[in-house]
């Protein structure tokens, strides 16, 4: 999802990008989810984390609708659904500040009535709707941006190690085989962009890194819509609900064009084994039912052994909750840029980091406050950190 942002966004604006991946197809690791969405972030403070996701849904939602206006993508790729947020325990209260945007106050408001019966609550419950909210299933969206003029996407390329030499940056193998020279490289590598930049400092004897990323593995439960019965079929919201955990219904599958339901997805931090396991089904069959109680005896057959299909993933996050976006050390290492960190918000987040990037490179203006750019700069973590005290 980063890189193949950065690379359209670069793209658009005339450059040539190569896109190397490890991989030996698109969409792999975090960005292989089967559906997940474009989602704000609410806050009572309006924090930087709600105003930042706000702006990046709507990069996002951009992007995709341009993309299936030229035909890269497809009604059945995405959707405007819109999303129910059950405040379950109370959380994710609606801004109280009068700084908001009356466009902003329409997209995110209190669930009505008509909306909480939608999503099957025959009582009132908290609850949000959110009308700027979207299901995106990631690959086809990775291989759309990827399809722009000017990019070269080079699969089975796994980078070992960096180096810096005359004004560019090479990029090797675990052989020792040059893959890359470049003057500007973007890491946009997930969870792999810490032992990178890690054995970059260690090479050429560098101050600490202040980078610390921590694996976020996550697994989705799925299954067909058609083996649920037929009173559970017509119960599913016909859009998506989160709020404890998620339930996306009616999208296809990864190498299946029937409906599907999909429900997660589980956190478990410092955990790099992205492997489907049976007791993180029961996880999120419980998360189903204190999301939507009245589900829960019609979801069970779902959830059986028989029916039940998973997917597995390791997100990356960083201490503050927001990515690494740009130059870490522009004098140090100039020309290497990195995008990462962004969690279990890659589809909310990656389009904006990759226009942040472009903006960076092409100096141009930004596509959000400075005031916001500046808590996802990358260089408040770079090396060059460490030399100047906290305030």
Known sequence: MAGAAVAASLAQLGWLVEVLDAAPALGAGASGLPVGLAAPHVSQDDNVLSRITRMGVQATLQRAALLTETGFLTPADWGLSGLFEHRVQGKRALPSTAA???????SS???????????????????LW???AAWLRPRPFVAAQLATAGITLRLGCAVHHLSQSEGHWHAWDADGLLLTRTPQLVLASAYETQALLQALVVSDAGLPLHF????????????AVAHLSEATRRSLPRFPVNGHGSLISGVAAPNDSAAHWFVGSTFERDCTHATVRTQDHAVNQTQLNTLLPHLAQGMAQGFSETHIQGWAGMRCTLPD?????????????????????MGARGISLSVLCGELIAAELEENA?????????????KRLGPSSARTPSN
Do not use: I, N, Y
């Not at 408001?109 to 609850?127: D, H, L, N, Q």
């Not at 610390?212 to 299954?223: H, K, M, N």
């Open 100 to 106: 908001l945007t009356s466009e902003e106050m329409r």
């Open 366 to 378: 930004l596509p959000l406050p400075p005031e916001l750019a500046k808590h996802m700069a990358a």
């Open 109 to 127: 408001t209190r669930a009505s009535p008509a909306r909480t019966e939608a999503a099957g609550f025959s009582a009132p419950v908290p609850a």
């Open 130 to 132: 959110h009308s700027q």
């Open 321 to 341: 909750r927001l990515p690494a976006v740009g130059a870490l050390d522009p004098v140090r290492w100039p020309g290497l840029l990195v995008c990462t960190g």
């Open 212 to 223: 610390s990323l921590t694996p976020l593995r996550g697994q989705v439960s799925f299954g």
